[in-house]
């Protein structure tokens, strides 16, 4: 599975991104999608995941209410949808797959993306 991530940028506190990410190589709506973010300095961590029909998903805590994942098997493409960022939500966030199960450990997931800068001015 190949991962493209696209759309990070820089945006004042308050705004909002959606990151996008186009997969290639596998039947795209058999895997679990994830998003991740490692700020500078700082390990990588769970952000949100979602399951291959589009169903169920996961958030990391600090990201509820805020960010949503979502997926359209037709494009092949998942997104994040960011609002009320915050000058803490500056990283880079990487997209990643897994074959089966929906959940946040990193060493679970399979292939990973070049990651998108994602920077938030207060």
């Known amino acids: 599975v190949q991962l493209q991530a696209s759309g990070g940028g820089l945006v004042q506190a308050g705004g909002s991104l959606r990151l996008s990410c186009l997969a290639s190589?596998?039947?795209?709506?058999?895997?679990?999608m994830g998003w991740f973010r490692q700020a500078l300095g700082k390990e990588r961590e769970f952000v949100a995941a979602i399951s291959g029909s589009g169903g169920p998903t996961l958030y990391a805590d600090s990201m509820k209410g805020r960010f949503t994942i979502s997926r359209d098997n037709a494009k092949n493409t998942v997104y994040l949808q960011m609002n009320s960022l915050k000058p803490e939500d500056t990283a880079v966030y990487y997209c990643a797959a897994r074959n089966w199960g929906i959940g946040p450990r990193i060493d679970e997931y399979d292939y990973w993306g070049q990651g998108t800068l994602v920077t938030v001015s207060s």
């Open positions: 190589g596998r039947t795209f709506s058999s895997i679990v």
